[in-house]
């Protein structure tokens, strides 16, 4: 099967720190990539698509890159609100490979 | 607001038992997904369907069945249940798009089941 990997962390980092998130895909195939965001006890919710062009929102910054088929994720500035576990997701529509998530914890 | 609707949160069910989990989306949407979510093990996929009276299975079938009579509603049915399935279960659901744009899953808020 398909997968999609990440360190599992947990980045445990200070407010008002930059903090960067990086997973692998193993389908080359994928034309789908995400980040979801998932906080303790509760459903995965889509932070943000990722597209071969970078894209940003707000503090929140995603790249891909094809040739190294991996996906990263920049937090700046963090919020003690930014502490949840961020899943990367890769694959294709109605067939998405979801990572085990990697666990941020921002401190006061 | 797109919405996924699991119709319990909390379950506590004996060995044995037939356990049936609901999940409804209002958005139209074909593709639907059941999960489960165990601590260190990430989302693993159970079953999916594409379309209505249509299923899939997917890494994790066994001791599962599922039903999708009508578009909006997916059931996942643990015929016996066992302690080994004591864990949260999340449905999952996503459109079709004619163009290709992926819009990712839409997920429900998740039935924690508990096998006594």
């Known amino acids: 099967r398909k997968e999609v990997e990440q360190d599992p962390g947990p980045f445990n980092v200070p407010e008002g720190a930059t903090v960067a998130f990086n997973c692998t895909y193993s389908?080359?195939?994928?034309?789908?990539f995400f980040w979801y965001r998932q906080d303790c006890r509760k459903e995965p919710k889509l932070l943000m698509s990722?597209?071969?062009s970078g894209n940003e929102d707000g503090r929140f910054t995603a790249q891909l890159n094809r040739a190294s088929q991996y996906i990263s994720l920049l937090i700046r500035d963090s919020k003690l609100s930014d502490s949840a576990t961020y899943l990367c997701v890769g694959g294709s529509q109605g067939n998405l490979i979801f990572g085990k998530g990697t666990k941020l914890s921002v401190k006061p | 607001d797109v919405k996924v609707t699991q119709s319990s949160r909390y379950l506590v069910k004996r060995t044995g038992e037939k356990v049936f989990l609901e999940c409804v989306q209002d958005m139209d949407h074909e593709n639907m997904f059941w999960y489960r979510q165990d601590p260190g093990l990430g989302l693993r996929l159970i079953y999916f369907?594409?379309?209505?009276?249509?299923?899939e299975k997917g890494d994790i079938p066994e001791g599962y069945s599922v039903s999708r009579e009508k578009k909006e509603r997916f059931s996942l049915i643990l015929e016996s249940a066992s302690t080994n399935q004591t864990s949260m279960y999340l449905c999952a659901s996503s459109p079709l798009t004619r163009t290709g744009a992926d819009y990712g899953y839409t997920f429900g808020s998740g039935t924690r089941l508990t096998v006594v």
């Open positions: 990722v597209y071969s």
């Open positions: 369907s594409y379309d209505v009276k249509m299923k």
């Open positions: 389908n080359s195939a994928s034309q789908s």
